[in-house]
């Protein structure tokens, strides 16, 4: 059974015109891709369309990709930027009169499992998530940003540092400083 190509040797491919080659880079990405998008957009149907727009624009800008940089790092600026953008153009454009508020939001799994822990103890679980998605919130664009690429992304700091276009120290520090001031907030709820 042979290997399965790498990034570079999928996006030279590309480069060189085969269609399949990108095509297999949009599957191993686009999962991850929906994923980051979706922290920006929240209605799933205009994420769905930011994320298409993003592969559109690394298909296009494809013969400009040097291998600087991993090609997940690439097509994770690339998104952020279409999704950044959409959010502008989409805070100019006048409200919609119809709402589709009936709906509400899709259960996760968790929400749908039922729950043998003690009503106390889904109770401070509860505050704990409350208070760290509230710091998270409360927190500068960079420290977020670095954070969530660290936790919730899993990227490596030389990978953040290539993201967010800083060096490794800053990134470190930034980490650093989002985890304190979450463990500050914290600090009382835990020793109650």
């Known amino acids: 059974m042979a290997d399965s190509p790498t990034d570079g040797e999928l996006v030279k491919r590309a ?8 095509d297999l880079l949009v599957s191993k990405y686009q999962h991850r891709v929906i994923k980051l998008v ?4 929240h209605e799933p ?19 400009q990709f040097r ?12 998104a952020v930027n279409t999704a950044k953008n959409f959010l502008v153009s989409a805070s100019r454009r006048p409200l919609s009169t119809t709402r589709d508020d009936d709906f509400g939001e899709p259960m996760s799994l968790e929400e749908l499992q039922p729950s043998l822990e003690t009503p106390e103890h ?19 664009h960079e420290l977020r940003e670095a ?16 993201v967010m276009e800083c060096p490794i120290g800053t990134v470190r520090s930034r980490i650093f400083r989002a985890r304190e001031a979450i463990d500050l907030k914290l600090k009382p709820l835990l020793e109650n």
């Open 38 to 41: 979706g922290r920006y957009v």
């Open 147 to 162: 954070l969530t690429l660290r936790e919730i992304d899993g990227m490596s700091y030389e990978q953040i540092a290539d």
């Open 15 to 22: 480069q060189g015109g085969d269609k399949r080659a990108f």
């Open 67 to 78: 291998g600087e940089s991993a090609f997940y790092t690439w097509i994770y600026r690339i």
């Open 122 to 140: 889904l109770f401070i679980s509860d505050e704990i998530r409350s208070v760290i998605v509230e710091t998270m919130e409360g927190l500068p």
């Open 45 to 63: 149907a205009d994420a769905l369309d930011v994320v298409q727009d993003s592969f559109l624009k690394a298909y296009r800008a494809l013969p």
